[in-house]
T-cell receptor, first 115, second 112 residues
Framework: AQSVAQPEDQVNVAEGNPLTVKCTYSVSGNPYLFWYVQYPNRGLQFLLKYITGDNLVKGSYGFEAEFNKSQTSFHLKKPSALVSDSALYFCAVRDLGGGYNKLIFGAGTRLAVHP | KAGVTQTPRYLIKTRGQQVTLSCSPISGHRSVSWYQQTPGQGLQFLFEYFSETQRNKGNFPGRFSGRQFSNSRSEMNVSTLELGDSALYLC???????????FGQGTRLTVV
């Protein structure tokens, strides 16, 4: 069965510093991986995806993610954090046996960027 | 272009009642899926519709049902509401299996 793990409940980083939010996955076959962000009382906003191709994926708002097949990881990164990046981040994998867009989500990581 | 629209944004219902939530996908998107988000269980898949057919269903009781119309708009219904049904219900649409899903703002359901 497909699964996603986000090992950190919360990540704290100072504004201007680089940030990393971790994600590991377990899938059979090639993974379809996604990152979403959620602000309070809002839906999920798409940040980036990995389907195939380059291991470094660039997304919205300056975020990028590195796909590592040997470590089964898909960590989210940003070179310089902003206070406005503070939000809840979800990693997800598409369940390929479940139709077009059945996503399996990690538990989420709360990112707090301090001024 | 317009995003995924969910109505209403907020609902308060009493135990035992039923509720219907609505989702209008992005134009051209034929796949609509629904998720329940709670603090304890996180984001859980409810079901997915494509071309008016339910293709997949999550592990939820039969009180949870849905449908999709010919214009791809979707509704989900929860009957005999329980306190534990209080959650944020999210709808997502996507164009194909290789493209990302776009989410609506959600409907916050509170059961009292």
């Amino acid at each position: 069965a497909q699964s996603v793990a986000q090992p950190e409940d919360q990540v704290n980083v100072a504004e201007g510093n680089p940030l990393t939010v971790k994600c590991t996955y377990s899938v059979s076959g090639n993974p379809y991986l996604f990152w979403y962000v959620q602000y309070p009382n809002r839906g999920l906003q798409f940040l980036l995806k990995y389907i195939t191709g380059d291991n470094l994926v660039k997304g919205s708002y300056g975020f990028e993610a590195e796909f590592n097949k040997s470590q089964t990881s898909f960590h989210l990164k940003k070179p310089s954090a902003l206070v406005s990046d503070s939000a809840l981040y979800f990693c997800a994998v598409r369940d390929l046996g479940g139709g077009y867009n059945k996503l399996i989500f990690g538990a989420g990581t709360r990112l707090a960027v301090h001024p | 272009k317009a995003g995924v629209t969910q109505t209403p944004r907020y609902l308060i219902k009493t135990r035992g009642q039923q509720v219907t939530l609505s989702c209008s996908p992005i134009s051209g998107h034929r796949s609509v899926s629904w998720y329940q988000q709670t603090p304890g269980q996180g984001l859980q898949f409810l079901f997915e519709y494509f071309s008016e057919t339910q293709r997949n269903k999550g592990n939820f009781p039969g009180r949870f049902s849905g449908r999709q119309f010919s214009n791809s708009r979707s509704e989900m219904n929860v009957s005999t509401l329980e306190l534990g049904d209080s959650a944020l219900y999210l709808c997502a649409s996507s164009r194909t299996e290789n493209t990302e899903a776009f989410f609506g703002q959600g409907t916050r359901l509170t059961v009292v």
